[in-house]
């Protein structure tokens, strides 16, 4: 079957910087996806990018490494309102997309 | 309004019950999904319309039934539920399906309880 892993929950400062990891194993790679879902609400869309590397948008990075089958989201200058759960999908050979549970991020002050 | 709509935003209901879930997406877009959120779970997608086709059908139990009278709206009708389908149902909507590369945009989702 196909899964997506991702850490249950990180705790970060205000103000430092968290990685969120992601890997999976799906029937083939047609891009990745970064949702955020504040607690109660509806996921947003964050970022998606199809090729090797990393992406940069504002505070937010995307790598992905397809090799590896690894991906992860790097979020600096973390700030109060960035605390809520991120949620990881990748897009099979199907254009189906294969979502991750989620990871809840902390941000303490 | 613009975005994507969903009522009623909760919903308790008996197991002998008989009720709908309404979605509306105001952006033009072409393809519509049903999900449902559970706690510490991957969303899990239950049908896909893509215009107006239905698309995706995951084994979803039949006593969830879809409907999509246009491209704007969806329906989720629900009888004889089980208190294990109590969950966030959240609607989505894209400009397409089966094709890469566009996000969804969700709606606030329904909270279900099933009792």
């Known amino acids: 079957g196909q899964n997506i892993d991702q850490p249950t929950e990180m705790t970060a400062t205000e103000g430092a910087i968290v990685q969120i990891n992601c890997t999976y194993q799906?029937?083939?790679?047609?891009?990745l996806f970064w949702y955020q879902q504040h607690a109660g609400e509806a996921p947003t869309f964050l970022s998606y990018?199809?090729l090797d590397g990393l992406e940069e948008k504002g505070r937010f990075s995307s790598l992905i490494s397809r090799s590896n089958g690894y991906c992860y989201l790097l979020l600096k200058e973390l700030q109060m309102k960035d605390s809520a759960s991120y949620l990881c999908?990748?897009?099979?050979?199907?254009?189906?997309?294969?979502w991750g549970a989620g990871t809840k991020l902390i941000i303490k002050p | 309004e613009t975005g994507v709509t969903q009522t009623p935003r909760h919903l308790v209901m008996g197991m002998t019950n008989k009720k709908s879930l309404k979605c509306e997406q105001h952006?033009?877009?072409?393809?519509m999904y049903w999900y449902k959120q559970s706690a510490k779970k991957p969303l899990e997608l239950m049908f896909v319309?893509?215009?107006?086709?239905?698309?995706e059908n995951n084994s979803v139990p039949s006593r969830f039934s879809p409907e999509c009278p246009n491209s704007s709206h969806l329906f989720l009708h629900l009888h004889t539920l089980q208190p294990e389908d109590s969950a966030l149902y959240l609607c989505?909507?894209?400009?397409?399906?089966?094709?890469?590369?566009?996000?969804?945009?969700f709606g606030p989702g329904t909270r279900l309880t099933v009792t």
């Open positions: 319309y893509n215009f107006k086709e239905q698309t």
């Open positions: 952006l033009g877009h072409n393809a």
């Open positions: 989505a909507s894209s400009q397409a399906a089966g094709t890469g590369g566009y996000e969804q945009y």
């Open positions: 999908a990748v897009e099979d050979s199907n254009y189906q997309l294969i």
């Open positions: 799906t029937s083939g790679f047609n891009g």
């Open positions: 990018n199809v």
